[in-house]
């Protein structure tokens, strides 16, 4: 049984920055890729960023602001945010690709970026 958890979301100043980090657990874990969604009121999921091992790639909307970067040694992913908009309010989702054994969700964080 492989678990997601999402932590660091909250409120935050447009402008402001928050780092999501999202701990894995499990047995039978091995090299995985990650990414990081999210889903604002109203809309569909959308791919914020991904990190495969062997490349990154972000969002058109969150280019030159977010970081992805995943720790395997602490089975940890991460996504750093900075200069946030009003527009990245969102619940914010971790997904992992496991090779022959498939995609596991989080349960998401909520970020809220407002005055």
């Known amino acids: 049984q492989v678990q997601l958890r999402e932590s660091g979301g909250g409120l935050v100043q447009p402008g402001g920055s928050l780092k999501l980090s999202c701990a894995v657990s499990g047995s039978n874990l091995r090299s995985y890729a990650g990414a990081w969604f999210r889903q604002a009121p109203g809309k569909q999921r959308e791919m914020v960023a991904t990190?495969?091992?062997?490349?990154?790639s972000y969002a058109d909307s969150v280019k030159g602001r977010f970081t992805i970067s995943t720790d395997n040694a602490k089975n940890m992913v991460y996504l750093q945010m900075n200069s946030l908009k009003p527009e990245d309010t969102a619940v914010y989702y971790c997904k992992i690709t496991i090779p022959t054994m498939g995609h596991y969700w989080g349960q998401g964080t909520q970020v809220t970026v407002s005055l």
């Open positions: 990190d495969t091992g062997g490349s990154i």
